[in-house]
């Protein structure tokens, strides 16, 4: 379980595959405080397992079920990643309940630039869009956001001065893929509420106490 608030920004040391499982060896400073093997890792957004580790850098493994619902397998070297331990039972709760379970991969549509922030616009499929409600929390590579508007076949997310400094989603560019985790809250109440080709409506979610 995590939080959507990125802890730092590693970066990609070294890519392998082997058997059809790729190994990713990533750097980064903060989150090895405490690591310990078979730790869970967000690495943007895709909750991975560490299988290695050193006081400079760790290894994770993408297996063929991950690498189907994420760009992980695309990563080269030298790329950026959002990462986040697994949510600590102590401190403050920031963000929102994250799985770390990839819905899909949406494609950025349109970038543009407000007084003080970056609204970027992501196109993801109908199922997904059917399970997000206008200010409703979304996981965009990793990183909880605030759905700012929904709209029929697209949602824009507002990067702030700090979401752009504390993550990677300022380096993304139109046509850039990022990974989707939509509300869980959102998908419990969709599975009650049942197969209604409407999707979740603000009455519903009321209904159901939200």
């Given at each position: ?82 990462l ?30 407000s ?11 109908m ?20 759905i ?5 076949t ?57």
């Amino acid at each position: 379980m995590f939080t959507g608030i990125v802890e730092e920004i590693g970066t990609i040391k070294k890519v392998t595959t082997q058997q059809s499982v790729v190994n990713l060896t990533i750097d980064c400073q903060t989150i090895l405080e405490d690591m310990h093997i078979g730790d869970s890792i967000s690495v943007n957004g895709a909750c991975l397992t560490v299988v290695d580790f050193d006081n400079r850098s760790f290894s994770v493994q993408v297996i063929k079920g991950t690498e189907n619902k994420t760009y992980l397998n695309q990563l080269k070297q030298s790329a950026e990643v959002n990462l986040e331990r697994a949510m600590s039972g102590q401190g403050r709760f920031g963000g929102h309940f994250v799985l770390g379970h990839v819905d899909e991969v949406a494609k950025v549509t349109r970038i543009q630039s407000s007084n003080n922030s970056k609204i970027v616009t992501i196109k993801p499929s109908m199922d997904l869009i059917k399970q997000m409600i206008q200010q409703g929390s979304i996981t965009v590579d990793g990183v909880s956001l605030t759905i700012f508007q929904l709209k029929d076949t697209e949602f824009d997310i507002h990067l702030i001065p700090e979401t752009r400094r504390s993550t990677i989603l300022n380096l993304k560019r139109i046509g850039d893929p990022v990974h989707i985790e939509t509300d869980m809250l959102f998908k419990y109440v969709e599975k009650i509420v049942g197969n209604n080709s409407a999707g979740l409506t603000s009455d519903k979610l009321k209904a159901f106490g939200f």
